[in-house]
C-alpha cells in the first residue's frame, strides 16, 4: 500500500536503513521489527482478525506494534484493541525547513562530528542504558554502522576533552531524521541540546541536502519544547498500539 503519513513513511525508511525487512500489502504494511501499519482504523469485528494476522507475522512472540497511516489519526482508532492486551500511545511529529533550525545558545562548548573511538566510548557513557551494556553495545554498534555508511551522523558537545552531550541525525531522501539528544547532567540547563540539533540539521542540509527535518516524541514528553524552540512546528500525530510479548 502507499503509506500517506510523512511520519510512518520516514519510520518505515529508518528500518530499511537499518536492514529490517519491510513488505507492503493491498492494506498493510508489516516490517520484521514487529509492526503492522494498518491503511485505516479497524472497527471491533476486526480485531481478531488483524491480530491473528500479526501474530502470523511475528510467530516468535515479540512485542507487536499496530499503527494506522492517517496523519490526523487520534488515540480512539486503535483503542478496539486494548481487551486483546494492547495499550495506545501517541507521538507528536515536527518538521522545520533546515535553514530555519538554528540557535546562539551554549557558544562555549566544542561541538563536532563523533569520530574517534574515544568519542564513541564516551558517547555510550552518556546512554540512559549505559548500566544495561549489551544493550548499549547493540545500540552504539547499530549507529556507528549508519555513520560509517555515510547515512547518519552523531554529533558530540565537548567541554574541553570531555564529551557532555551528543545529538543524531540521519539523511533519508532529502530530509533529516533526529535521532534524540543524550546530555551529561552538567550540560542540562545550558542549551547544548538546542546547539546540537540545530548544527546537525544544518549539517545535514548543507552536505547531504536534507532541505527539511523532523523528529519524532511521546506527546508531552519536553524534548518538544527544546526542538519548538530552535524552529520545528507540529506536523501530525502518530498512533499506535502495542503489545509487550504474545500471550
Not at 191 to 200: D, F, W
Amino acid at each position: 500500500m502507499e503509506v500517506i503519513s510523512q511520519v510512518w513513511r520516514s519510520d518505515l525508511a529508518l528500518l530499511a536503513l537499518d536492514g529490517v525487512a519491510v513488505e507492503h500489502h493491498s492494506t498493510y504494511v508489516v516490517a520484521d521489527s514487529g509492526l503492522l501499519l494498518l491503511r485505516r482504523a479497524p472497527v471491533r469485528r476486526d480485531v481478531p482478525r488483524l491480530t491473528a494476522l500479526a501474530e502470523s507475522h511475528f510467530t516468535d512472540g515479540r512485542p507487536i506494534v499496530i499503527g494506522v497511516d492517517d496523519p490526523d489519526a487520534v488515540p480512539t482508532d486503535l483503542t478496539v484493541f486494548d481487551d486483546a492486551g494492547f495499550t495506545v500511545s501517541v507521538s507528536i511529529a515536527l518538521v522545520a525547513d533546515a535553514e530555519a533550525v538554528t540557535t546562539d545558545q551554549a557558544a562555549r562548548y566544542d561541538v563536532r562530528p563523533l569520530a574517534s573511538e574515544e568519542d564513541w566510548q564516551s558517547r555510550a557513557r552518556l546512554l540512559p542504558l549505559r548500566r544495561d551494556e549489551p544493550a548499549a553495545a547493540d545500540q552504539i554498534a547499530a549507529e556507528r554502522r549508519l555513520s560509517d555508511a555515510g547515512h547518519a551522523t552523531w554529533w558530540g558537545g565537548f567541554e574541553g576533552l570531555r564529551l557532555v552531550g551528543s545529538a543524531g541525525i540521519v539523511v533519508l531522501d532529502g530530509h533529516s531524521r533526529c535521532q534524540g539528544v543524550d546530555l551529561d547532567p552538567v550540560a542540562r540547563g545550558t542549551g547544548l541540546a538546542a546547539r546540537l540539533v540545530a548544527a546537525s540539521v544544518q549539517h545535514a542540509c548543507s552536505t547531504q541536502g536534507a532541505t527539511t527535518s523532523m523528529v519524532v516524541a511521546a506527546k508531552g514528553h519536553p524534548a518538544i519544547g527544546l526542538y519548538e524552540e530552535v524552529g520545528f512546528r507540529r506536523r501530525e500525530a502518530q498512533v499506535r498500539t502495542s503489545r509487550p510479548c504474545a500471550l
